[in-house]
Protein backbone atom coordinates (compact mmCIF):
# COMPACT_ATOMS: atom_id res chain seq x y z
CA UNK A 1 0.00 0.00 0.00
CA UNK A 2 1.30 3.23 -0.98
CA UNK A 3 -0.28 6.52 1.15
CA UNK A 4 0.62 10.79 0.90
CA UNK A 5 -1.03 11.85 4.15
CA UNK A 6 -1.58 15.56 4.89
CA UNK A 7 1.20 16.68 2.02
CA UNK A 8 2.02 20.14 2.15
CA UNK A 9 4.96 21.29 -0.64
CA UNK A 10 6.20 23.73 -2.86
CA UNK A 11 9.35 25.64 -4.33
CA UNK A 12 10.73 27.87 -1.43
CA UNK A 13 8.74 29.71 0.31
CA UNK A 14 5.58 29.30 -2.55
CA UNK A 15 2.94 26.22 -1.42
CA UNK A 16 1.32 24.99 -4.07
CA UNK A 17 -0.17 21.78 -2.75
CA UNK A 18 -1.73 21.69 0.64
CA UNK A 19 -2.90 19.24 2.76
CA UNK A 20 -3.26 16.26 0.35
CA UNK A 21 -4.01 13.14 1.28
CA UNK A 22 -4.73 10.03 -0.91
CA UNK A 23 -4.25 6.08 -0.86
CA UNK A 24 -3.25 3.07 -3.46
CA UNK A 25 -4.01 -0.25 -2.44
CA UNK A 26 -1.55 -2.85 -3.75
CA UNK A 27 -2.29 -3.91 -6.79
CA UNK A 28 -4.69 -0.75 -7.95
CA UNK A 29 -4.36 1.64 -10.25
CA UNK A 30 -5.47 5.21 -9.60
CA UNK A 31 -5.59 8.49 -11.57
CA UNK A 32 -4.92 11.54 -10.62
CA UNK A 33 -6.61 13.97 -12.62
CA UNK A 34 -7.10 18.02 -12.78
CA UNK A 35 -6.65 20.88 -15.11
CA UNK A 36 -3.00 22.02 -16.10
CA UNK A 37 -1.18 23.77 -13.41
CA UNK A 38 -3.39 22.41 -10.32
CA UNK A 39 -0.39 20.66 -9.07
CA UNK A 40 -0.25 17.47 -10.35
CA UNK A 41 3.32 17.37 -10.64
CA UNK A 42 4.15 18.71 -7.46
CA UNK A 43 2.48 16.45 -5.69
CA UNK A 44 4.57 13.70 -7.54
CA UNK A 45 7.51 15.36 -7.08
CA UNK A 46 6.98 15.38 -3.24
CA UNK A 47 5.89 12.05 -3.11
CA UNK A 48 9.23 11.11 -4.44
CA UNK A 49 10.71 13.29 -2.41
CA UNK A 50 12.67 15.67 -5.45
CA UNK A 51 11.13 18.33 -3.21
CA UNK A 52 11.52 18.75 0.48
CA UNK A 53 8.07 18.62 2.53
CA UNK A 54 6.29 21.46 4.64
CA UNK A 55 4.50 18.76 6.20
CA UNK A 56 3.04 15.57 5.85
CA UNK A 57 4.56 12.12 5.47
CA UNK A 58 4.72 9.51 2.45
CA UNK A 59 4.14 5.63 3.58
CA UNK A 60 5.05 2.84 1.53
CA UNK A 61 4.05 -1.03 2.84
CA UNK A 62 2.91 1.15 5.84
CA UNK A 63 6.42 2.10 6.39
CA UNK A 64 7.01 5.87 6.81
CA UNK A 65 9.22 6.53 3.63
CA UNK A 66 12.37 8.57 4.18
CA UNK A 67 13.48 11.68 2.29
CA UNK A 68 16.21 10.74 0.45
CA UNK A 69 14.66 9.80 -3.75
CA UNK A 70 16.99 7.34 -3.72
CA UNK A 71 16.13 5.49 -0.27
CA UNK A 72 12.16 5.57 -1.62
CA UNK A 73 13.70 4.12 -5.03
CA UNK A 74 14.99 0.77 -3.00
CA UNK A 75 11.91 0.96 -0.84
CA UNK A 76 9.79 0.04 -4.46
CA UNK A 77 8.81 3.20 -5.71
CA UNK A 78 9.34 4.27 -9.19
CA UNK A 79 8.96 7.72 -10.99
CA UNK A 80 8.34 8.53 -14.87
CA UNK A 81 8.49 11.92 -15.25
CA UNK A 82 6.64 14.64 -17.10
CA UNK A 83 9.01 15.02 -19.93
CA UNK A 84 10.46 11.63 -20.02
CA UNK A 85 13.96 12.53 -18.93
CA UNK A 86 15.74 9.70 -20.56
CA UNK A 87 19.96 9.59 -20.67
CA UNK A 88 19.97 11.13 -24.10
CA UNK A 89 23.78 10.91 -24.65
CA UNK A 90 23.39 6.48 -23.56
CA UNK A 91 21.96 4.14 -25.61
CA UNK A 92 18.62 2.26 -25.12
CA UNK A 93 19.79 -0.82 -23.96
CA UNK A 94 22.41 1.97 -21.26
CA UNK A 95 18.80 3.45 -20.11
CA UNK A 96 17.35 0.12 -19.16
CA UNK A 97 21.06 -1.37 -17.79
CA UNK A 98 21.88 0.91 -15.47
CA UNK A 99 18.48 1.69 -14.11
CA UNK A 100 18.43 -2.08 -12.82
CA UNK A 101 21.86 -1.78 -12.14
CA UNK A 102 21.45 0.97 -9.58
CA UNK A 103 18.87 -1.35 -7.88
CA UNK A 104 20.93 -4.32 -7.51
CA UNK A 105 19.32 -6.72 -10.19
CA UNK A 106 21.15 -7.75 -13.36
CA UNK A 107 21.40 -5.42 -15.97
CA UNK A 108 22.33 -7.57 -19.26
CA UNK A 109 19.65 -10.19 -18.32
CA UNK A 110 17.31 -6.76 -17.22
CA UNK A 111 17.70 -5.91 -20.79
CA UNK A 112 16.95 -9.11 -22.62
CA UNK A 113 13.53 -9.21 -20.50
CA UNK A 114 12.68 -5.77 -21.71
CA UNK A 115 13.38 -6.27 -25.23
CA UNK A 116 11.38 -8.84 -25.48
CA UNK A 117 8.41 -6.81 -23.19
CA UNK A 118 8.73 -4.01 -25.21
CA UNK A 119 9.01 -5.40 -28.93
CA UNK A 120 8.65 -1.22 -29.96
CA UNK A 121 12.57 -0.61 -27.99
CA UNK A 122 14.31 -3.94 -29.71
CA UNK A 123 14.86 -2.38 -33.36
CA UNK A 124 16.26 0.43 -30.99
CA UNK A 125 18.70 -1.48 -29.24
CA UNK A 126 21.89 0.12 -30.06
CA UNK A 127 20.35 3.52 -31.33
CA UNK A 128 20.55 6.63 -28.90
CA UNK A 129 18.04 7.60 -26.72
CA UNK A 130 17.70 11.50 -27.50
CA UNK A 131 17.72 10.35 -31.31
CA UNK A 132 14.09 8.97 -30.56
CA UNK A 133 10.85 9.80 -31.16
CA UNK A 134 8.57 11.78 -28.16
CA UNK A 135 6.55 8.06 -28.21
CA UNK A 136 9.56 5.88 -28.06
CA UNK A 137 11.16 7.97 -25.82
CA UNK A 138 8.29 7.78 -23.23
CA UNK A 139 8.53 3.47 -24.25
CA UNK A 140 12.05 3.84 -22.56
CA UNK A 141 10.97 6.25 -19.78
CA UNK A 142 8.28 3.54 -18.88
CA UNK A 143 11.14 0.43 -18.90
CA UNK A 144 13.60 2.29 -17.78
CA UNK A 145 11.76 2.73 -14.44
CA UNK A 146 10.11 -0.71 -14.02
CA UNK A 147 13.75 -2.02 -14.58
CA UNK A 148 13.84 -1.21 -10.44
CA UNK A 149 11.30 -3.55 -10.09
CA UNK A 150 8.77 -1.20 -8.47
CA UNK A 151 6.23 -2.26 -6.29
CA UNK A 152 4.26 1.36 -7.20
CA UNK A 153 4.81 3.49 -10.16
CA UNK A 154 4.50 7.09 -10.85
CA UNK A 155 3.77 8.05 -13.93
CA UNK A 156 3.33 12.11 -14.53
CA UNK A 157 1.41 13.13 -17.41
CA UNK A 158 2.99 10.15 -19.49
CA UNK A 159 0.34 10.76 -22.94
CA UNK A 160 1.79 14.44 -23.11
CA UNK A 161 3.13 15.02 -26.63
CA UNK A 162 2.48 11.12 -27.17
CA UNK A 163 0.60 10.03 -31.01
CA UNK A 164 -2.35 8.14 -30.09
CA UNK A 165 -1.23 4.87 -31.31
CA UNK A 166 1.58 4.60 -28.71
CA UNK A 167 -1.01 6.18 -26.23
CA UNK A 168 -2.82 2.72 -26.92
CA UNK A 169 -0.09 0.85 -26.54
CA UNK A 170 1.10 2.18 -23.34
CA UNK A 171 -2.27 1.85 -21.78
CA UNK A 172 -1.95 -1.89 -22.70
CA UNK A 173 1.10 -2.36 -21.53
CA UNK A 174 0.22 -0.73 -18.16
CA UNK A 175 -2.78 -2.95 -17.91
CA UNK A 176 -0.33 -6.26 -18.61
CA UNK A 177 2.43 -4.95 -16.15
CA UNK A 178 -0.32 -4.48 -13.14
CA UNK A 179 -2.52 -7.73 -13.91
CA UNK A 180 0.68 -9.83 -14.25
CA UNK A 181 3.29 -8.05 -12.02
CA UNK A 182 0.90 -6.64 -9.64
CA UNK A 183 2.42 -3.40 -9.86
CA UNK A 184 0.67 -0.42 -8.36
CA UNK A 185 -0.08 2.55 -10.36
CA UNK A 186 -0.62 6.25 -9.83
CA UNK A 187 -0.85 8.27 -12.76
CA UNK A 188 -1.34 11.95 -13.16
CA UNK A 189 -3.29 12.68 -16.32
CA UNK A 190 -5.34 15.09 -18.47
CA UNK A 191 -6.44 12.41 -20.63
CA UNK A 192 -9.45 11.37 -18.92
CA UNK A 193 -10.05 8.53 -21.71
CA UNK A 194 -6.38 7.11 -21.15
CA UNK A 195 -6.74 7.45 -17.62
CA UNK A 196 -10.29 5.80 -17.68
CA UNK A 197 -9.32 3.00 -19.60
CA UNK A 198 -6.84 1.55 -16.96
CA UNK A 199 -7.84 3.25 -13.56
CA UNK A 200 -11.11 2.46 -12.06
CA UNK A 201 -10.89 5.08 -9.44
CA UNK A 202 -9.70 8.64 -9.45
CA UNK A 203 -8.53 11.68 -7.05
CA UNK A 204 -9.52 15.07 -8.94
CA UNK A 205 -7.26 18.02 -7.79
CA UNK A 206 -8.21 21.73 -7.85
CA UNK A 207 -6.15 24.66 -7.06
CA UNK A 208 -3.70 22.39 -4.96
CA UNK A 209 -5.65 20.36 -3.37
CA UNK A 210 -7.87 16.83 -3.82
CA UNK A 211 -11.42 18.16 -4.68
CA UNK A 212 -13.44 14.85 -5.04
CA UNK A 213 -12.28 11.16 -4.95
CA UNK A 214 -14.62 9.69 -7.26
CA UNK A 215 -15.29 6.03 -8.74
CA UNK A 216 -14.55 5.45 -12.46
CA UNK A 217 -18.21 4.93 -13.07
CA UNK A 218 -19.33 8.16 -11.58
CA UNK A 219 -17.12 10.05 -13.20
CA UNK A 220 -17.95 9.07 -16.58
CA UNK A 221 -21.60 9.86 -15.76
CA UNK A 222 -21.12 13.12 -14.27
CA UNK A 223 -20.40 15.37 -17.51
CA UNK A 224 -21.49 18.16 -15.57
CA UNK A 225 -18.04 17.41 -12.69
CA UNK A 226 -16.02 16.72 -15.80
CA UNK A 227 -16.62 20.10 -17.28
CA UNK A 228 -16.00 21.75 -14.04
CA UNK A 229 -12.89 20.01 -12.86
CA UNK A 230 -11.60 18.83 -15.92
CA UNK A 231 -12.71 21.09 -18.73
CA UNK A 232 -13.93 18.17 -20.99
Known amino acids: MFKIINATGGYGKTTIIQDISLTVNEGE ?4 LGRNGVGKSTLMRYATGLIPAMDGQVEIDSKIAPSAPAKRAKMGLGYVPQGRFVFPRMSVTENI ?7 GYNPKQTVADFLKDFPMLAPKASDLAGGLSGGQQQILALARALATRPKILLLDEPTEGVQPSIIDE ?3 ILKRINEQQGIAILVAEQDLDFCLSIAKRAYVMEKGCIKIAVDKESLLADKLLQQELLGV
Open 97 to 103: AVAAASN
Open 170 to 172: MAG
Open 29 to 32: IVAL
